[in-house]
Every structure is written in C-alpha cells, then in structure tokens.
C-alpha cells in the first residue's frame, strides 16, 4: 500500500489550488546496470507546484530497447526543489513508485515467445532547470529505477524542453456547469502489439465521454483494435479521467479503467478476455461544440498481449 503513496498524491494534483503547470517533453540514453548494455530514453513530464518548495508530477518514460526488455512505464513522484523565478537556474530532487509494462523473453533467450511483465518499481530524480524568458525552460534530469526481483536497475540521462501553464485556472473552463460536457467523438488510429516484433492494425473507436466534474471526465468506448498475425481484439471499455486545462482550449487528461474484450481470437484457451486500459489525452476545444482529440491508450492483459492504440479523433460536445 505504501507504494501507492506517491503516485496518489500525484493524481490528486487535478483537485489542487491555482498554481503554474509545467509540461516538459524530454530524450536522452539509458544505462542498464546489470547487463551493461546502452539505449535510448524518452520521456514526458507533467508538474504541478505546491507552494514554494514542493511539487507533484506524473510522467512517462520510455526506457528503449535494451536487449530482450522493451519497458516503459508511467511515474508519480513527490519533489523538493528551489524557488522558482521568472529566469536564471532552479533544482530539484524527486521520489516516487513506477509502474512498469515490461516485454520481455524468459532466460534471456535470443529468440522465442515473450511475456508481458507488469510491476512497482522505486524511481529517484534529479533536475535542473534553465528558465527562458516567456514561460520557456531548459531541463536536465537523472532518474534512477530500481525494480525488485530479477529486473534490472536502469539510469537514464534526460535533456528535456519545458513550458510553463499559468495563464488560466486548471479546471475546465469552458464548461458552464460540472456536468455539461456531453461528447461523442469518432477515432482512427493504429495499434501496435507489445511484441518485438510490433504487429501493426488499423484500429477504429467511438467514445461517448461526461464531464462528472470540472477535473474529472467518465468515458465509455468501443474499442476495435484491427486485425494482425499477433492479435485480433474488440471490446468495451469504461475509464475515470483527470483532466487539467492548459489553456482555455487545451486539455491534458489521464483516464484508467476495465476493458471487456468481447471477441478475442489471438490466444486459443485464453481463461480471461478481461484486460485494463491506461491512457493519455490531449483534447483541443476548436469551439464550444467542435473538439479534437489525440490519445495514447495502453491496453494492459493478463495472457501477454498488451497493445498500443494512438489515436486521432474529432468529437461533437452537446
């Protein structure tokens, strides 16, 4: 329950006062402590100060390619750092729980059927910060992952570009009421099988999304996930989303939930088509009635066949 800690009171930073949002979107390598093998490291961050000297933060990394292992994951972690002003240099220091989506081949064997790990891992940072003039920021990151068990330990140097949100409020300013925001929204996009092979499918999904409250957002969808060698998959989903406005357009969001597959033919004598489904949203209000979507969604099984779905939509709000 403990490691739950941090990434909850991450998540609550969508119900927390009036403060700057930080958005930064980060590259950089990896070092595998174990093996000691190199990769690449992407990464995207969201920040939410509280007071002077701390902050909240949910981010996404993606730990490359190292051998055998392809494993991202998202984070909430709790920082310390030094005020922050309009320019010149700032620090901090993060602490927090990881939850991982690791592919993998058992034994370290070079070829062969894989498996989809899940699991917590501790994660530690360190940044710096150049702020810019107009809300711009250059940023330097260390992070450390720690997982239990066989898993190794990864470092990852991360050279990030940052902008800081604090011109509007972060509920969802262009509703009139808590629970007006009605919308259906048609998406295409691909999916892509967490495999080392990445099958790839045309994928399709219809969303009926309600605003139950100026940060939170209830969706249900349709999900079809196309049709490739590795995997074949409809089914519905329901998820609770935290939504933070940007700007008076512009929406971040993160919604989890369950995914009922309703017609699986990629596992013969699969015991559960019961699945979970993590995703990340940006919407932009072009009017009150006219919205578009982009979403990364991770479907998350229990018989190793996770996929990615990035998808593009456009929705009518009524």
């Given at each position: 329950?403990?490691?739950?800690?941090?990434?909850?009171?991450?998540?609550?930073?969508?119900?927390?006062?009036?403060?700057?949002?930080?958005?930064?979107?980060?590259?950089?390598?990896?070092?595998?402590?174990?093996?000691?093998?190199?990769?690449?490291?992407?990464?995207?961050?969201?920040?939410?100060?509280?007071?002077?000297?701390?902050?909240?933060?949910?981010?996404?990394?993606?730990?490359?390619?190292?051998?055998?292992?392809?494993?991202?994951?998202?984070?909430?972690?709790?920082?310390?750092?030094?005020?922050?002003?309009?320019?010149?240099?700032?620090?901090?220091?993060?602490?927090?729980?990881?939850?991982?989506?690791?592919?993998?081949?058992?034994?370290?064997?070079?070829?062969?059927?894989?498996?989809?790990?899940?699991?917590?891992?501790?994660?530690?940072?360190?940044?710096?910060?150049?702020?810019?003039?107009?809300?711009?920021?250059?940023?330097?990151?260390l992070n450390r992952v720690i997982p239990q068990g066989a898993?190794?330990?990864?470092?990852?140097?991360?050279?990030?570009?940052?902008?800081?949100?604090?011109?509007?409020?972060?509920?969802?300013?262009?509703?009139?009421?808590?629970?007006?925001?009605?919308?259906?929204?048609?998406?295409?996009?691909?999916?892509?099988?967490?495999?080392?092979?990445?099958?790839?499918?045309?994928?399709?999904?219809?969303?009926?999304?309600?605003?139950?409250?100026?940060?939170?957002d209830w969706t249900v969808n349709y999900l079809y996930e196309?049709?490739?060698?590795?995997?074949?998959?409809?089914?519905?989903?329901?998820?609770?989303?935290?939504?933070?406005?940007?700007?008076?357009?512009?929406?971040?969001?993160?919604?989890?939930?369950?995914?009922?597959?309703?017609?699986?033919?990629?596992?013969?004598?699969?015991?559960?088509?019961?699945?979970?489904?993590?995703?990340?949203?940006?919407?932009?209000?072009?009017?009150?009635?006219?919205?578009?979507?982009?979403?990364?969604?991770?479907?998350?099984?229990?018989?190793?066949?996770?996929?990615?779905?990035?998808?593009?939509?456009?929705?009518?709000?009524?």
């Amino acid at each position: 329950m403990n490691r739950l800690c941090p990434l909850a009171a991450a998540l609550a930073l969508a119900t927390c006062a009036v403060q700057a949002q930080d958005l930064t979107a980060q590259t950089g390598g990896l070092w595998v402590s174990g093996t000691q093998q190199h990769s690449f490291a992407v990464g995207l961050n969201y920040m939410h100060p509280v007071g002077d000297y701390l902050a909240l933060s949910l981010g996404y990394l993606n730990e490359g390619h190292p051998r055998n292992h392809h494993r991202d994951g998202i984070s909430g972690q709790i920082w310390l750092r030094t005020p922050v002003g309009q320019n010149g240099l700032s620090w901090a220091v993060g602490a927090g729980q990881y939850y991982f989506f690791d592919t993998s081949r058992p034994h370290d064997a070079s070829s062969g059927p894989y498996i989809n790990d899940h699991g917590w891992a501790p994660i530690y940072s360190v940044q710096a910060l150049w702020h810019h003039p107009e809300r711009w920021y250059t940023q330097v990151q260390l992070n450390r992952v720690i997982p239990q068990g066989a898993k190794d330990p990864t470092t990852s140097l991360m050279l990030g570009v940052g902008y800081r949100f604090d011109s509007v409020r972060g509920d969802k300013l262009h509703l009139d009421g808590p629970s007006t925001d009605d919308t259906l929204t048609l998406l295409s996009g691909q999916s892509i099988v967490n495999s080392f092979e990445s099958e790839r499918a045309h994928a399709y999904s219809l969303e009926y999304r309600r605003a139950v409250g100026r940060y939170v957002d209830w969706t249900v969808n349709y999900l079809y996930e196309g049709s490739s060698p590795a995997t074949h998959r409809t089914g519905l989903a329901s998820q609770l989303w935290l939504i933070r406005s940007l700007t008076t357009h512009l929406e971040l969001g993160m919604g989890v939930g369950p995914y009922l597959a309703i017609d699986v033919h990629d596992v013969p004598g699969a015991r559960s088509h019961k699945a979970g489904l993590a995703s990340l949203a940006t919407r932009y209000h072009f009017s009150k009635r006219v919205v578009g979507t982009l979403s990364l969604n991770r479907v998350v099984t229990d018989y190793h066949r996770d996929a990615d779905l990035l998808m593009l939509g456009l929705g009518y709000t009524y």
